[in-house]
Each structure stands twice: as C-alpha cells, then as structure tokens.
C-alpha cells in the first residue's frame, strides 16, 4: 500500500513563511511526478505547483516568486518553501504523486491527507 503523508502546516502571520514535506511510503518503483495543490474554504482544488523526476518544475501563477517546489529522490519526498504569505493563501494542502509500484505495469496517481496553512495576524 502506498501513502502519502505531509508536514508542516500551522499557523502563520502574513509575510512569513513555511515549509511542507511529504514522503511517499510503499514499495515504490518509480515517482514521476509529486507536487502540491490546494483547496480553500468553498473554492476547488487547485494546483500550487509540480515537479517531475527530472527536476522540472511548474508554478501556478499565484505563487511564482514566493514558493519554491523541491524533490529528494532518494527519500521519494517533495518539499514546499512557501514566502511571503498572504491571507489568501490560507487552505488545506494536499500532497500529489504519480507513481509506479512493484508489481503493476501503469502509475496511478495518490493523494495525501492534507495539511492546514492559515495565514493570519
């Protein structure tokens, strides 16, 4: 069975900064992507950002400049950097992977649990 489990969310004022993990555990061949999406109070889930295995990355616009995505490939874990935060950005995060296991020929896509980044003074 393969989880995604993340860290790292709280409490913060605007302006600071926090930074979240999520390590895939599971008898895992190959992650080809991991990234971070989130979902407001009332709003959809939406993508944050992405990284492929080769380091690539992809950035919705709202956070280009202030999150930086990065991968440990070794520890199939992801990490968000998250600066300069504002109230808006306040949501559950949810970690996301593509990835393949032992023992089944396609990826399937899992997610984590989520965690909460509030944003507030």
């Known amino acids: 069975q393969v989880q995604l489990v993340e860290s790292g969310g709280g409490l913060v004022q605007p302006g600071g900064s926090l930074r979240l993990s999520c390590a895939a555990s599971g008898i895992i061949v190959r992650i080809n992507v991991m990234g971070w999406y989130r979902q407001a109070p009332g709003k959809q889930r939406e993508l944050v950002a992405r990284?492929?295995?080769?380091?690539?990355?992809n950035y919705a616009d709202f956070v280009k400049g202030r999150f930086t995505i990065s991968r440990d490939n070794a520890k199939n874990t992801v990490f968000l950097q998250m600066n300069s935060l504002k109230p808006e950005d306040t949501a559950v995060y949810y970690c996301n992977a593509d990835l393949v296991v032992l023992g089944r020929d396609r990826s399937l896509e899992v997610w984590g649990q989520g965690t909460l980044v509030t944003v507030s003074s």
């Open positions: 990284i492929i295995t080769g380091g690539s990355a």
